[in-house]
């Protein structure tokens, strides 16, 4: 049983509404010397048995297709114990 | 400048439609072997200066106050450097 976790995240050239908001409400809240922000989604995936080389090419390919939109987010695929 | 990650994530005996649907779509492009997805959101903080514990408590408040619902959700904090 592993864990993978994929994040994807806007392009940092890609400009995000969300974050900005965020941002904006930290602000207002009184919490300063926040610069930027930028909201992604996680997604955390059990894996039945071992995750091998194979699968991890397999996931990464589905979050690139499935769970990502190469034209405006990158992702990160980590494997966790 | 710090960055810090707030994860956000339903807890988990909160049914996650939208992992359920991930998970289905999975199986439908051929990825075996994944028993469980769960969907959440990520938001990374550009922090000016030094993350201090009175800083990283206050940006825990918010976390639990603005980021998240703790009713339904968790959430981590976690400082990079």
């Not at 592993?2 to 809240?29: H, S, T, Y």
């Not at 930028?38 to 297709?65: M, S």
Request: aromatic residues 4%; negative net charge; charged residues 25%.
């Amino acid at each position: 049983m592993a864990r993978v976790v994929v994040n994807v995240a806007l392009k940092p050239e890609i400009l995000d509404p969300q974050g900005r908001a965020v941002q904006g409400a930290f602000g207002r809240l009184g919490l300063t010397g926040v610069t930027d922000v930028r909201q992604g989604k996680q997604f955390v995936l059990t894996v039945d048995g071992e995750v091998t080389p194979a699968k991890l090419e397999e996931i990464k390919h589905i979050a690139e297709t499935l769970l990502s939109n190469p034209v405006i987010e990158d992702f990160t695929v980590e494997v966790q114990a």
